[in-house]
């Protein structure tokens, strides 16, 4: 071979070095691609106009207009004023609903309120509704919400009785778990099960409203007639009913928590709220009136499941039709709970007030799945002692402080953030009228008739601070030193990364 013939085997294996080397680099340019990506999932828009309407529909039509109509009657004491609270709830929620719009084409950030309160007032306060939020009203919702697909469900096997509160409560941790693998293993698999069942959920709703809309046609208006006597109208009793009322509006605000993920979010989040909840407020509206139609406020005061009497009464022998439609509503409202507020838990892990290992992604999934995870677990522990309008009670008072809180953070942006672009731009009085009735609505209760579980919220809300002060300001050594090893095992677990931005 000779000369020549070393030269070539040379070649040959600077070649082949060279092969490897290129090799070595697109594997890692491919890696930081993916890393990339992964930082990017919850960037990437996947949820366009239709998928928005039916996220803010679904989520709120779900167990509320189920659940809620007996206690906003028990508390209003008559017709008239029950139906005039669910439209005013309606207008409220729609209001509500464009200033979050505002604020959520303003900033463009997943989250819901998490990062309008760090904009306005900095960390602490977003610190504070991240942490009442992630371990009691987020959870509490949730809980109520599986509670009451859980009564619906096992309804039909317990004709003439209760159903026992172990089979509800086994029902509904089903429900949890079913629905925190869903949305950890897809995000678009947890979008089309969203619209499937706002679709089941619309039916029951056209079922409810076309039968009542018939029975007022054939004279069925005897409930009517004196529709506003015997009602109460004392300020705690009219704070309740909105409670209750507001409850199950509740959702209204579920886009802000996926702006990231909005295709086009200027257009497609104000025209999502314009379209969704005026439908939502119709709808609930013409279902109390289909109630009425058939039942006396006493006689729905008395029923066990007010939509599954109305179905007994109307619908017979498809009666059964009520329970399962009932149950896909309510599913699909937890469902669109659990899509939007593992985005809450997975921002806040992002800034550094929770957990970090709440913050990372799944490698195969893409998905927040220990954020959504964290979410269901707590809900769980929530069922354990769980009566739903104890539960309604506690999440309404607490849900409000922040609803006010960041409606004024809107008012305080117009004077000291001017130089951020608003797309979206609602007149002041708007976002003043929603922060002086949520003062109300947490000031009148407790005015009217305090009870010890307000004073425990507040007390659960400001212990925050005590948190805030030990593990994220001072961030003291020892609590890493715990976590680190914890985040380490689950990481693997999981198979999560941080989502973090790699540049070449």
Request: aromatic share 12%; net charge positive; glycine share 8%.
């Amino acid at each position: 071979m000779g000369e020549e013939g070393l030269r070539k085997r040379k070649g040959e294996d600077r070649t082949k070095e060279d092969g490897q080397s290129i090799g070595s680099q697109e594997h890692q340019t491919m890696n930081l691609k993916k890393q990339a990506n992964l930082f990017l999932f919850l960037l990437s828009p996947c949820v366009g106009l239709i998928s928005g309407i039916c996220m803010i529909v679904g989520t709120i039509i779900g167990s509320g207009i189920f659940v809620s109509p007996k206690s906003v009657l028990a508390n209003a004491g008559a017709v008239g004023p029950c139906l005039t609270i669910w439209a005013a709830c309606g207008i409220l929620a729609t209001l509500g609903a464009l200033c979050f719009a505002e604020l959520g084409t303003m900033i463009t950030k997943s989250g819901g309120e998490y990062p309008y309160l760090m904009e306005a007032f900095g960390p602490i306060p977003a610190f504070l509704f991240s942490w009442t939020s992630l371990l009691v009203t987020k959870p509490s919702s949730f809980a109520i919400i599986c509670l009451s697909f859980a009564e619906y469900a096992s309804a039909p096997f317990y004709p003439g009785c209760n159903p026992p509160q172990v089979v509800i409560k086994c029902l509904a941790a089903a429900a949890i778990v079913l629905i925190t693998i869903v949305n950890s293993v897809s995000v678009k698999l947890g979008s089309y099960l969203q619209n499937f069942l706002t679709a089941a959920k619309m039916i029951i709703v056209a079922i409810i409203t076309v039968s009542g809309i018939v029975l007022l046609a054939q004279g069925k208006t005897e409930n009517f007639k004196d529709s506003f006597k015997d009602s109460k109208i004392s300020v705690s009793s009219i704070g309740l009913a909105f409670y209750n009322g507001l409850w199950a509006y509740d959702g209204w605000n579920q886009l802000n928590y996926i702006t990231e993920e909005l295709k086009n979010p200027y257009r497609n989040l104000p025209l999502s709220i314009i379209i969704g909840i005026p439908l939502v407020t119709v709808c609930y509206v013409l279902i109390n009136i289909s109630y009425f139609t058939v039942m006396t406020s006493t006689e729905l005061l008395q029923s066990q499941a007010v939509a599954v009497t109305f179905g007994d009464r109307v619908l017979y022998p498809a009666s059964w039709i009520v329970p399962l439609f009932v149950a896909f509503s309510t599913i699909g409202s937890a469902n669109g709970t659990c899509f939007t507020t593992g985005r809450l838990v997975y921002v806040a892990g992002r800034e550094g007030h929770m957990l970090k290992v709440l913050s990372y992604i799944s490698v195969k999934r893409l998905t927040p799945a220990p954020a959504i995870i964290f979410y269901g677990a707590i809900a769980i522990i929530y069922i354990i002692p769980g009566d739903i309008n104890t539960l309604i009670n506690y999440f309404s008072f607490a849900v409000w402080i922040f609803y006010g809180l960041t409606v004024l953070a809107l008012i305080v942006m117009r004077f000291t953030r001017k130089e951020l672009r608003r797309p979206i731009r609602v007149p002041i009085i708007i976002p003043v009228i929603v922060t002086l009735v949520s003062i109300l609505l947490v000031l009148a209760p407790i005015i009217s008739a305090p009870e010890l579980a307000y004073l425990y919220c507040v007390l659960f809300i400001l212990s925050g601070l005590i948190v805030y002060a030990l593990f994220v300001h001072f961030k003291f050594s020892w609590p890493q030193k715990i976590s680190k090893p914890i985040t380490m095992h689950l990481q693997m677990l999981l198979e999560v990364v941080p989502a973090e931005e790699v540049t070449e």
